[in-house]
């Protein structure tokens, strides 16, 4: 299994060199054989920073007196612009136009560089300036076999600008756009969930802590439904326990884009279409192999054996001397405990081996059923070795590949097809599901992870690296055992020997003891700050919200969107030499950044709850250095609560401004500390936020203003092209952590358990309309200490039985003795006391 490092980017951070990354995978039992680098140093064939580099190719012209020759004019960054003649056949389209404005992109090697020649067996050669048809040529662009990365040679590498590539700009190195570093695994049985790139990465990400981020799957179906024209059913559930189907209409087929093909070329695929490319794509990435058949071929078979009925699959058991012609042209006799596809008219293909010649998809292909299937492994093992066939997906379902896979690759396929076949995809999935995998669940012991191991791990550490792998686990008493739940892409997890060897691998085989530590332990001395902050993340994350981690870096104009008005931009720390025009400045604000992130997510989610904990860097003009602030900026919108089949959906249940209070507020208790509300200052354009939906965050007792909340302004909104479900508020808070931080104190007060019972009591009044409810309680809190120990406010009414102007705030009072239980008149006592006193400090009566 190839591994590309950018591609397994995707997926998960990759820190370190790849030499780092070889020797973690290969101590947690994923050996590396291999690692192989292109364009960087130590590759056999380095790409020179200033020789080879990305260039925009400007116009195309031909070479005078030459049929096979053109003269392509590329910007790579210089301060002219250079002419290059090449006999690409690729850009003979191009003749004779002006391409400034099409992005259009190739690989420039410039003289003194090094290339393979395709002429003289591959041979390394320097490129060295010479005369074409009386031109001067000192540079060429490169195909992807001259550059080393793959066995194309039938035109030059074109690419466009795209998210799985590294932002273009001319003259940018080409190690930085296409360079890259290849892992060679050796995929063994028991390892079989690592056969794609997501599996690879799930092991980095448990190995190293870092998050893992499974793919975007949104699938935009806008085509007629799928329902009444595709129906599937299954003989034997057993060899074929689930079979996912969408329908793709009206693709065009042609060239994947070349990201796609590079990685392909890395991974040791060969790039031949873009609905074949997809497939394979998706194979390597997910690891679910699928399978493309062509529709129409279907449907025509199907006017033969139902007339307008719909098309009908089958899968079954090949019947006695059953025969098939596969993709690879041979003619092969079936047997009958081979699993097959097939529909009335007979077999379409073997299942999850090899398609047939019958369906296959051709150059006048235009409607495809895309299938992804699961499949009883010893079967496709016994077919591959009885029909001596072995393939990519044979390899991979014959180790093993979960039935909770197919849906997941059947969607990503489905939408690659759209966005880069032009394909639409017919709205439903046909998800035949007859033999439901069975969640695993195993009671693991954490004495015999003890006597098999060595490793003396109490629960929690167990239970911490078993979930880096997506086990679930629930917590033990301090004798039971831990009860584990298999995430549902492993198959290879039976028993309590395998946990042990799952800890032992994240764990760090090198770390198991051979002997016990007879030293003392150095004393562990904390770290304050990251201590608070990490409180910080942790207190979010147990509110469900999710943390995003952004750039530091951004423009003025990125920042400006969060002003109402247009306003002179303040001053920021500018970098010198940015690498893209899009990160020019340090950021001052931390909200613009999530804002960002909630607009990009917002295309694909109704709810959003995002947090970040992160720096900004505002700085005074004339300063030479910015001050460095903490900052925790949080986003909410959309519904409350995610859809689930158990609760009814209800529109109108969507996050408002205290959902956004309660979310501060739990943040600050769990630091020990307690926060007031109070009006904003300034003028309302200063803030991104709506008039009378704002507050000003102010740590209680100091009265000094930690951050801001509220609702943003439709005008901010619209600005970071957010479009909120509808009826749906777009909230925000950013709260200043530093100044939180100075206020925390050393060591936290706390009270014992109370020993007698609080007497409750309720207590409306009325007050002028302009009296904060926050006044209110801060006075009877005074005025009811030391034995009212809690105020809660429960109801707010405005009428006319209360006169205009005035409110009636109506509250929940605890009393409670430290030393005995309230009785009656003392309680009566305590409202005397408290009525008078509110009264005069806030002007607040009793209403009857």
């Not at 693709?251 to 497939?279: F, T």
């Not at 770290?527 to 608070?532: I, K, L, M, T, Y």
């Not at 009072?813 to 305590?830: E, G």
Request: glycine share 8%; aromatic share 6%.
């Amino acid at each position: 299994m190839r591994v590309p490092l950018n591609w397994l980017g995707d997926f998960v951070e990759v820190d370190g060199s790849p030499d780092e990354l070889a020797e973690l995978l290969t101590n947690a039992g994923l050996e590396v054989k291999a690692i192989e680098r292109f364009g960087f140093a130590g590759a056999e064939l380095p790409w020179p920073a200033d020789l080879v580099m990305a260039a925009k190719i400007l116009r195309v012209d031909r070479v005078p007196d030459a049929d096979r020759l053109v003269l392509a004019t590329v910007d790579y960054g210089a301060d002219s612009t250079r002419q290059v003649i090449t006999g690409a056949p690729n850009l003979f389209p191009y003749l004779g136009q002006d391409l400034g404005d099409a992005d259009l992109w190739g690989a420039l090697l410039l003289a003194g560089a090094s290339y393979r020649n395709p002429y003289r067996d591959l041979k390394i050669t320097r490129l060295k300036p010479k005369k074409l048809r009386g031109i001067t040529s000192d540079a060429m662009l490169c195909s992807a076999v001259e550059l080393g990365v793959g066995e194309d040679h039938e035109g030059i590498i074109l690419f466009e600008p795209a998210d799985e590539l590294p932002a273009l700009e001319p003259g940018r190195p080409l190690t930085e756009v296409l360079g890259d570093a290849v892992l060679d695994i050796d995929v063994i049985p028991n390892i079989a969930r690592c056969a794609s790139i997501m599996g690879v990465a799930r092991e980095v990400a448990a190995l190293t802590g870092a998050e893992f981020r499974p793919p975007a799957v949104p699938l935009t179906m806008d085509g007629p439904p799928i329902e009444g024209r595709v129906e599937v059913t299954t003989e034997n559930p057993e060899l074929n326990p689930r079979f996912v189907a969408l329908l793709i209409e009206g693709i065009e087929q042609g060239a994947s884009p070349y990201w796609m093909q590079h990685r392909l070329q890395l991974a040791g695929q060969r790039p031949i279409s873009n609905v074949v490319d997809i497939s394979n794509y998706v194979m390597l990435e997910v690891g679910q192999p699928n399978h493309t058949f062509d529709y129409d071929l279907l449907r025509q078979r199907a006017d033969r054996y139902a007339g307008d009925g719909p098309v009908r699959i089958v899968t079954r058991l090949a019947r006695e001397h059953e025969r098939l012609t596969t993709l690879d042209g041979a003619e092969r006799e079936l047997r009958t405990n081979q699993i097959m596809v097939t529909d009335p008219a007979g077999s379409l293909s073997v299942g999850g081996v090899m398609g047939g010649r019958d369906s296959e998809i051709g150059p006048e292909t235009r409607n495809v059923l895309l299938e992804a299937a699961a499949w009883e492994r010893r079967g496709i093992r016994r077919t591959q070795r009885q029909l001596g066939v072995h393939t990519e997906a044979g390899f991979r379902f014959s180790r093993g590949v979960h039935p909770s896979q197919a849906l997941l690759g059947a969607r990503r396929a489905a939408e690659l097809l759209r966005l880069h076949a032009g394909g639409t995809i017919a709205q439903g999935i046909i998800d035949h599901y007859p033999q439901q995998a069975p969640r695993v669940t195993v009671d693991f012991d954490l004495g015999y992870l003890r006597r098999l191991s060595g490793l003396d791990l109490d629960a929690a550490e167990t239970a911490d690296l078993l979930r880096r792998l997506e086990f679930g686990v629930d917590a033990a008493t301090d004798s039971g055992p831990l009860r584990v739940t298999v995430p549902d892409h492993r198959l290879d997890i039976e028993g309590q020997h395998d946990l042990v060897e799952e800890v032992c691998r994240i764990y760090g085989y090198d770390r198991i003891p051979s002997t016990v530590l007879s030293d003392v332990l150095p004393p562990q001395r904390g770290n304050r700050e990251q201590s608070f902050e990490d409180r910080v993340k942790d207190t979010l994350a147990d509110l469900g919200l999710q943390e995003i981690v952004s750039y530091r870096l951004t423009t003025p104009e990125a920042e400006a969107k969060l002003q109402l008005e247009e306003a002179e931009p303040p001053p920021y720390v500018r970098l010198a030499n940015p690498s893209t025009q899009d990160r020019i400045v340090m950021r001052r604000s931390l909200l613009a950044s999530v804002l960002e992130a909630a607009a990009s997510n917002g295309r694909f989610e109704d709810r959003l709850a995002l947090f970040e904990v992160g720096r900004v860097f505002p700085v005074e003009e004339g300063d030479s250095l910015p001050e460095e602030r903490e900052r925790a900026a949080v986003v909410l919108t959309g519904p409350r609560r995610s859809s689930h089949w158990q609760a009814a959906e209800n529109p109108d249940d969507c996050f408002d401004f205290f959902d956004m209070k309660g979310v501060v507020e739990t943040v600050v208790d769990r630091i020990g500390l307690q926060v007031e509300f109070a009006p904003p200052e300034g003028a309302s354009a200063a803030t991104p936020f709506r008039a009378g939906r704002s507050a000003t965050v102010v740590l209680a007792g100091g009265g000094e203003p930690v951050g801001l909340l509220g609702e943003m302004h439709p005008t901010v909104a619209a600005n970071f092209d957010l479009e909120p479900a509808a009826g749906s508020p777009v909230l925000a808070a950013e709260l200043d952590l530093d100044r939180i931080l100075e206020r925390i104190p050393e060591s936290l007060q706390v009270e014992p358990v109370p020993v007698y019972p609080e007497v409750r009591e309720d207590l409306a009044l009325i007050v002028d309309e302009a009296t904060p409810a926050a006044s209110v309680e801060a006075a009877l809190l005074k005025a009811g200490k030391p034995l009212l120990c809690a105020v809660e406010l429960f109801d707010v009414f405005r009428g006319e039985a209360i006169g205009d102007g005035s409110k009636s705030l109506a509250y929940h009072l605890a009393f409670r003795a430290p030393n005995r239980t309230l009785r009656d008149r003392d309680t009566k006592k305590l409202r005397r006391r408290i009525l008078g006193q509110v009264e005069r400090s806030v002007g607040a009566r009793l209403r009857e």
